[in-house]
């Protein structure tokens, strides 16, 4: 495995590529980075979702199967994460490895899929399906509803809102209910063009190819991404660590309580040093650090 390469290949559009042949499948993902910012996180968390369910060839989620089907058995994720105060939102790809299917581009035309669903979704009049909107805003408003049902990342995601008021890291990757809810089929597109103008974008490759051959088909993939005056990611802001530290407690009726507890640190000891440090006091795995 060669050490990763990272170009800049479009106008805010960087390219992570990591070339190996140690896997028989080829993985693929487009990212756009957005602030962390509470008036827009749940818009960013179900972006991804109606995305994924179809583009204007591909419409409903039959075709779009059928079109997977034709690939292999190609996988489609959506993308919805916390990156210390940026949100990614985006579609992740995978698909088995050329050699293994003789005659056939099954990476570029994977790669073709995924720029549709990103960049031509499926809509009516110009809009979003309501349909579409409606259905995965259900889905969002259970999954945020749904948070405090595991205690163990309940208290984690509390933790984090007790540590950071008024920061952007104390944000959700979920959002709100009430500001899911105010999503219509019209916010949600006008939000979308936003995003595609205006967002850096992460792309990232790992797979048995070339740098170049991966670049010429991400290049084509995204041929028709409209951009603008593109947002720099904003930096991380950190402030100074409390003199005392807090204690809070929430009572509920649980047969097994739960104890999170947090450090903040001026220094900047590194990642790896971090984890170290939460592994000592967590479980491994890197236990509960986020």
């Known amino acids: 495995m060669n050490a990763p390469q990272r170009e800049e290949i479009m106008p805010g559009v960087h390219l992570t590529f990591l070339e190996t042949s140690k896997f028989k499948t080829s993985l693929m993902s487009a990212a756009f980075v957005r602030p962390l910012d509470a008036e827009e996180a749940s818009k960013n968390a179900l972006l991804p979702a109606v995305l994924l369910r179809g583009s204007r060839e591909y419409p409903d989620m039959e075709s779009l199967s059928a079109a997977m089907d034709e690939l292999y058995g190609a996988g489609f994720s959506d993308i919805s994460a916390k990156k210390e105060e940026s949100q990614l939102v985006g579609l992740a790809a995978s698909v088995i490895d050329d050699r293994y299917a003789p005659g056939e581009d099954l990476k570029n035309r994977t790669a073709k899929l995924l720029g549709g669903l990103l960049l031509d979704s499926a809509m009516e009049k110009g809009l979003f399906r309501g349909d579409y909107v409606g259905s995965e805003k259900a889905n969002l408003l259970d999954a945020i509803e749904g948070q405090i049902n595991d205690k163990r990342r309940y208290s984690l995601l509390r933790l984090v809102e007790e540590m950071c008021p008024g920061e952007r890291y104390a944000v959700s990757q979920l959002g709100k209910a009430a500001d899911a809810e105010k999503i219509t089929a019209e916010s949600l597109t006008e939000h979308y063009r936003k995003v595609l103008s205006t967002s850096p974008v992460q792309l990232y490759f790992c797979g048995n190819s070339t740098f170049e051959q991966v ?49 903040r640190l001026d220094c900047q000891p590194g990642y790896g040093v971090t984890v170290m440090l939460n592994n000592i006091f967590g479980g491994g795995m890197t236990s509960s650090f986020l």
Do not use: C, H, N, Y
Request: a negative charge.
């Open 215 to 263: 670049k010429d088909m991400f290049m084509g993939a995204l041929e028709g991404l409209p951009r603008g005056a593109v947002d720099p990611i904003a930096p991380v802001e950190v402030k100074s660590a409390r003199e005392q530290s807090r204690t809070v407690f929430e009572s509920m009726d649980v047969s097994q309580g739960k104890l999170a507890m947090g450090w």
